[in-house]
C-alpha cells in the first residue's frame, strides 16, 4: 500500500520515542503499596496503560482518585528525569522529520501534560516540536481526537469536517493511539514487531525503522 509523505506528524511519547516502562511501573508499585494494594506484576501493569489517569483511576480508587493520583505522580517525578531514556533512532527520526515538514511535529500523549513537558525540556527537544499535549490539555483524552485537534491547531495545520487538509501521521504504540488516529483522521503508525492491524495501519518495528522507510521513500511509501 502507497502512503502519502506526510505534511505534519504527532507522536505518542512513552514507549513509543522514550523508554520510560520502567519508572511508569516502579511509580506505580509505590502508589499501589502505599494504599495496601496486591503487588502487580509488570504484564499486569502493561495492560492497565495507554489511557490516561483521570480515565483510569476512578475505576481503581473511587472517590479517592485524585489523592491516589497525586500520590502517584509524586512517585513518578521523584525518578523520572534521571531514568529518561529516548529509544535508538528517535532523536534522529523526529529531528529528520522537523526539516522534512518545516517545523510540523509534536507529541500527544495520555502523559500529564506539566510532566510530559518536563521530559521534552530534559532531552532537549523542544526545538523539534510545536505542538506538546499531554493528558488534561484537552477536554479528553486519547482514545478520542481531541487532543489532536489541539496540537493540529497549535500547528496551524487547518482542519476541513474534523479531519486535516494535509496528510498527517500519528506514531504510537498503543489501541489509545490508533483509536485516536482514526477518529482524528491521521494515517495511522504502529510500533509493533508485528501488523495486527491491517493494510490501512503502516507497521513499524521502532523509531530506526521508520526512518529507515522515510529516508529511503521505499515499498511502503
Not at 503487588?39 to 483511576?57: H, Q
Request: one cysteine or more.
Amino acid at each position: 500500500m502507497n502512503y502519502p509523505f506526510p505534511a505534519a506528524v504527532l507522536f505518542d511519547w512513552d514507549n513509543t520515542l522514550t523508554d520510560t516502562t520502567p519508572v511508569l511501573y516502579r511509580a506505580f508499585c509505590e502508589m499501589r503499596k502505599r494504599y495496601d494494594l496486591p503487588e502487580c506484576s509488570m504484564d499486569e501493569y502493561r495492560a492497565r496503560t495507554g489511557l490516561s489517569l483521570r480515565e483510569t483511576f476512578p475505576d481503581l480508587f473511587g472517590d479517592r482518585w485524585e489523592e491516589a493520583k497525586q500520590v502517584y505522580l509524586d512517585a513518578y517525578r521523584a525518578h523520572h528525569l534521571e531514568m529518561l531514556a529516548p529509544f535508538d533512532g528517535a532523536v534522529e527520526l523526529v529531528a529528520f522529520l522537523c526539516e522534512k515538514t518545516g517545523g510540523k511535529v509534536g507529541v500527544v500523549s495520555n502523559k500529564t501534560g506539566f510532566i510530559l513537558r518536563e521530559e521534552v525540556e530534559r532531552l532537549g527537544w523542544n526545538k523539534y516540536f510545536s505542538a506538546v499535549v499531554g493528558a488534561g490539555d484537552a477536554d479528553r483524552d486519547k482514545p478520542a481526537p481531541d487532543p489532536v485537534f489541539k496540537a493540529l491547531a497549535d500547528m496551524k495545520i487547518r482542519c476541513e469536517n474534523n479531519r486535516p487538509a494535509v496528510p498527517v501521521w500519528f506514531v504510537g504504540d498503543g489501541d489509545a493511539d490508533m483509536l485516536c488516529a482514526a477518529a482524528a483522521g491521521c494515517l495511522r503508525v504502529r510500533v509493533a514487531d508485528e501488523n495486527k492491524d491491517g493494510a490501512d495501519v503502516l507497521t513499524v518495528k521502532n523509531c530506526a525503522e521508520l526512518l529507515s522507510v522515510l529516508y529511503s521513500g521505499g515499498e511502503m511509501l
